[in-house]
């Protein structure tokens, strides 16, 4: 399978130099917000619900819609290739709630769950992988230990705000395929952003586009009380998350929904209010792609 072509912080990448199960069990982390502990937004239980809500959404729409339909926002796919990505990322994940878990070998899906369905049972495969992960997360035990791969309160924690930020965003991806789009809850929207920009955009040794002076954006939701300022430098790449102005070459305001799916690379800016240099988003897009390997 060909990976998203607009997704490229890659889980190889996020990974790779953590092959040692027990360097991420159960350690007391902080989100940090200027100094101050920045927890998720929601809680685990709140995760797996809204995990629950877009995959049964994301099976929905591979229902009624052809498998080999492209899928815009991700063009090396269609939507069959979609399915299972989702779905092979769901049966990872489950064996890591589970404290069963292992790597794909070299990162290939495919051979990792044994082979990918037909056609005829791709939405059905895909909605048992969904409804065990779910399951899984729902009934696990507040102090688990697992691996994990970024910054979180508890293994637990990770694993169910990753899931179910992983389907949201594919759902995304499916409905660009065959439906119409819908949002996201303003405060899920704005804990999306927060894992995007201060966890996965914001790791240590990422490959980053060079730039020969400092340039940065302010994100800025209307309907929650928050903001992020981006910051593209010679020196690295920096995100700080509610700072206490505006000041930048461009400020970008909108819903936290429409920020949150903008962010990652699946939709334009239109809609949302811009007051600046607009190519920082194109500098912006090259920075947070996102991919499996």
């Known amino acids: 399978m060909t990976s998203c072509a607009l997704e490229s912080i890659s889980y190889a990448e996020a990974v790779g130099d953590l092959t040692d199960a027990d360097r991420s069990l159960a350690e007391d982390r902080r989100f940090e917000r200027g100094g101050k502990a920045l927890a998720p937004a929601m809680d685990v239980p709140g995760y797996v619900e809204q995990l629950r809500r877009d995959g049964e959404r994301l099976a929905a729409v591979a229902s009624f819609t052809d498998p080999g339909a492209p899928v815009p926002t991700c063009p090396d796919w269609l939507l069959r290739d979609l399915v299972h990505h989702v779905g092979g990322v769901h049966r990872w994940a489950t064996g890591f709630v589970r404290r069963a878990g292992r790597q794909p070998p070299d990162g290939d899906l495919e051979r990792f ?6 056609d005829a049972e791709l939405v059905a495969w895909f909605a048992d992988g969904h ?4 399951e899984s997360l729902a009934s696990a035990p507040a102090d688990l ?9 508890t293994p637990l924690a990770f694993w169910a705000r990753r899931q179910a930020h992983e389907t ?14 819908t949002g996201f809850p303003s405060g899920f929207a704005v ?9 996965f ?9 060079e730039v020969e002076t400092t340039r ?3 994100v800025r939701a209307k309907d929650e009380p928050r903001s992020w300022r981006v910051t593209f430098a010679p020196s690295g790449f920096q995100v700080e998350a509610d700072p206490i102005d505006n000041d930048a070459e461009l400020l970008v305001t909108g819903d936290a929904s429409e920020l949150y799916v903008l962010l990652w690379n699946r939709r334009d800016a239109a809609g949302s209010e811009m007051d600046g240099a607009p190519d920082l988003l194109d500098l912006w897009r090259e920075t947070a792609q996102i991919r499996w390997s």
């Open 113 to 118: 769950i044994g082979g990918w369905p037909k």
């Open 131 to 134: 409804r065990v992960l779910a």
């Open 145 to 153: 230990e697992t691996w994990t791969f970024l910054e979180a309160p």
């Open 168 to 181: 949201a965003i594919h759902r995304v991806d499916a409905e660009r395929a065959g439906g119409d789009v």
């Open 191 to 199: 804990d999306g952003i927060d894992e995007l920009l201060l966890r």
């Open 201 to 209: 955009a914001n790791r240590p040794g990422r490959t980053l586009p």
């Open 216 to 218: 940065s954006m302010v």
